[in-house]
């Protein structure tokens, strides 16, 4: 399918370990979103891209998360001198425009487990 | 403060009850939409319905139908005959009509539907 996809689906790290998560997203969208879910928790916002530009990192919650967009098609997400408290899934959401009426389509996430 | 509230952490019903999963959502904007996603154990958020403010009329599609009353702030969503595929966990968001690009999601609400 056409779906929004990421890689890798899981990823362990030891404690200060650098990761580096990959999105791809549907083809063609301009929009371009990273969210972080804690366990038992709803998604939260980290960032958003739209094209190559990222236009709002509030939600990133420290200087170790990095995220870039250079050809307004595949994101990565960095973590830096990972931390136990980084262990979640990050999910990635493609939309079509940058209408934010526009409908948000989600990837399968990749669960980051830092040891 | 917590802008879309899921009250219910948990529900179990057996196959063929009628469901309802209850979102409360609080905001000034007078344009804003709210959403319903369901996490299968996959993990990939899959898209629902959309609505925008101005829509208060009820939608039914299929087995699923969705309750927006603003006088209440609150956008229910009702499973009919419940079925065991229907067991996921089942968010809520709100995306404000504001430049900003977020969804707030809620906590999620876990169905078990038992056969």
């Known amino acids: 399918g056409a779906g929004v996809s990421q890689s890798p689906r899981y990823k362990v790290a030891k404690r200060g370990q650098d990761v580096a998560l990959r999105c791809d997203p549907i083809s063609g969208h301009v929009s371009l979103f990273w969210y972080q879910q804690a366990l038992g928790q709803g998604p939260e916002f980290l960032t958003y891209?739209?094209?190559?530009?990222?236009?709002?990192k509030s939600g990133l919650p420290s200087d170790r998360f990095f995220a870039e967009r250079p050809e307004g098609s595949v994101s990565t997400l960095k973590i830096q001198r990972t931390q136990q408290e980084d262990s979640a899934v990050y999910l990635c959401?493609?939309?079509?425009?940058?209408?934010?009426?526009?409908?948000?389509?989600f990837g399968p996430g990749t669960r980051l487990t830092v040891l | 403060a917590q802008k879309v509230t899921q009250a219910q952490t948990e529900i179990s019903v057996v196959e063929k009850e009628d469901v309802t999963l209850d979102c409360v959502y609080e905001?000034?904007?007078?344009?804003?939409?709210l959403f319903w996603y369901k996490q299968p154990p996959s993990g990939e958020l899959v898209f629902l319905i959309r609505r925008n403010s101005f829509d208060e009329q009820n939608e039914i599609s299929g087995r699923y139908s969705w309750n927006f009353q603003k006088s209440t702030s609150s956008f229910n969503f009702t499973i009919t005959a419940s079925q065991v595929v229907d067991s996921a966990v089942y968010f809520c968001?709100?995306?404000?009509?504001?430049?900003?690009?977020?969804?707030?999601f809620g906590t999620g609400t876990s169905l078990t539907v038992i056969p």
């Open positions: 905001t000034r904007d007078t344009t804003y939409y």
């Open positions: 968001a709100l995306r404000e009509g504001l430049p900003g690009n977020q969804f707030y």
């Open positions: 891209f739209q094209n190559e530009a990222q236009l709002d």
């Open positions: 959401a493609s939309s079509r425009t940058q209408d934010s009426t526009d409908t948000q389509y």
